[in-house]
């Protein structure tokens, strides 16, 4: 059932990025995005027991160098988040998050409050796993 509402929103965003992007942004986001935020998603449920909701703002990215940047925050959390899951407090602070919402704006930031982590990134820089590690385990 999960897997079906995973499978929906990436359907959904790649409508969203077939509107807006070129054929290299729009192959690019299928072939290397989608399948690192299925990654992560997995990673985040296995690991720290966290059905965390990815919410991609596709069309905020223009080329596929800002896409790169969802591919690096994204494969981030795969890369550490199990390691950092190895205690139940551990896993507590990360479950607090229960949706991640990645977008390209004029800065990088990073944001939590009620749930929802916000990742933005300007084009060139970005926040990965530590940074939303620390900003959850306060």
Known sequence: ?????FLIATL???AAVWAHAGKAERDFYAKENEPAIKKA????????G?????DVKVDTFETVDHLRKV?????SISDKAPAYCNDAPSKAAICKM??????????????YANG??????????TYGWDHMAEKLDK
């Open 71 to 75: 591919n690096h925050m994204v494969s």
């Open 50 to 54: 966290c059905d965390v909701k990815f």
């Open 98 to 111: 229960k949706t991640l919402e990645i977008a390209r704006t004029k800065e990088t930031t990073i944001t």
């Open 12 to 14: 959904a965003l790649t």
């Open 1 to 5: 059932m999960k897997v079906n509402r």
């Open 116 to 125: 929802k982590m916000v990742l933005t990134t300007e084009g060139e820089s």
């Open 41 to 48: 998603s997995e990673t985040l449920k296995k690991s720290c």
